[in-house]
């Protein structure tokens, strides 16, 4: 009895849906000597099964190990692999490319192509024929968060046959089932209506209201981790810190009294919301950024100044001698060119949004930035600031928050959000190293089957 019970249980374990293996076995010695234990580790990983995402913090060399992973599915299958990244990265990447001695191409034509790394910008994506590559590689892939997005559903069907796909991105919100689920998807893992119907209840109305289900979440994190690894350092999948510290944080926050204004009160408001914010940005313009000029123009070093508005990005050019501004409205090749003539020190001040340049780019030789207007957006403020709060960063990095107290709701709504953020991520790191170490000890076969104890037979 008790045998046919354990092979029903075993029955039960192959019927639970698993990433399908594309991937190969391959030799860790292979691999790119120049490498860390720890990123030779998650390569392997991600070649032997072939489809699979890394979400690793800022700073841990994933475009190495992204370059490395495209080599190798390259050599194997002898045809042409892609990377596809946001706009200026590409030239980051190339040139990452070069010092560890990859060959790599923009990809210009594709109608005749060589079996090697090629790269562009998702602006590109309308002008890839996919099946011509065997492997795609996701730079910065939380491109994909959107569920609803243009961007995601054009990646999803055109690359929905590619034999190798990887994604590479920071470590995402884990109270944001829709990112997590659409990289299950575009890997062909699971689509995001099954994972959410399997390990997650609905909270309302509000679609993006999602909690894991209680008696699911070691279940959630298990099956995630046949498919990703999820690291903010290398100690989290039990390899050495040693030169992955992090720099100390300096965060300097600038309240700007405000006027009095005509509004019928003793006190102006301290709270805007949606419909006003912009508005609010307008009024107060002139004290924010007068402050935001006191600051650098009283320094030598380098700064990065995020704003919001066109007006604001103009009225800073005037007051801050050679500052250079890179717009929306700019073309692809000058936003390139001036974001990347930042990284290599060309100018000293960087003025720009984060939408244009919160990803994938690398400014260690910048610790210093002034948020000249803040938004409601945490994930917007983490990522411009981990541009120089990063591995490799030999200063403390100065973030100067530029608010007003007519703002002060948002400052307030942004911390809230950091707070959980930070929780929530601990609760994610303990759970896949946890699962881990589950994992390498069963890989060792020094864990026995064990029967539940309901299933057992007295």
Known sequence: METRIKEYAEHLE???????EWGFSVDESTLNTQMFAFQKYCVKRAIETGRFALFEDCGLGKTFQQLEWCKQVC?????????????????????????????IERLKDDAFLSPKIYITNYEQLDNIDASL????????????????????????????????????????????????????????????????????????????????KGHAEKDFWQWVSTWAIMISKP????????????????MIENIIETHKRDNGMLFNDIAVNATNFNKELRLTLVDRL??????????????????????????????????????????PDVKESRLLGFANNEFRVLITKAKIAQYGLNYQNCHNQIFASLDFSFESLYQAIRRSLRFGQKHTVNIYIITTDTMQNVIANIKEKQKKFHSMQRHMVDAMRNIFTFREKKE?????????????VS
Not at 14 to 20: D, G, L
Not at 134 to 151: P, Y
Not at 155 to 175: G, H
Not at 235 to 250: A, H, M, Q, V
């Open 235 to 250: 100690s989290d999948i039990g390899f050495d810190d040693t030169g992955y510290i992090l720099p100390e944080l300096n």
């Open 75 to 103: 050599d194997r299958e002898q045809r042409p692999v892609i990377i596809l990244t946001p706009l200026a990265v590409s030239g980051q990447t190339i040139k990452e490319a070069e010092k560890f001695g990859y060959s």
């Open 444 to 456: 060792q076969n020094q864990i026995e089957f064990k029967l539940p104890t309901f299933l057992k």
């Open 133 to 212: 590559f065997c492997g795609v590689a996701l730079d910065e892939s939380s491109i994909l968060k959107n569920f609803e997005g243009k961007m995601r559903n054009s990646l999803m069907e055109r690359f929905v046959n590619t034999p190798y796909k990887s994604c590479w991105t920071a470590t995402p919100s884990p109270n944001d089932p829709m990112e997590l689920g659409n990289h299950s998807e575009f890997l062909g893992v699971m689509s995001r209506n099954e994972m959410l119907s399997m390990y997650f209840v609905h909270d309302g109305g509000d679609t993006s209201k999602w909690r894991i």
């Open 14 to 20: 192959r019927k639970k849906k698993r990433p399908k």
């Open 290 to 331: 007068s402050n935001v000029a006191d600051i650098v123009n009283n320094s030598s070093e380098n700064f990065i100044i995020w704003i919001k508005q066109d007006m604001e990005g103009e009225y800073l050019r005037k007051i801050i001698p050679g500052a250079v501004e890179v717009k929306g409205s700019d073309k």
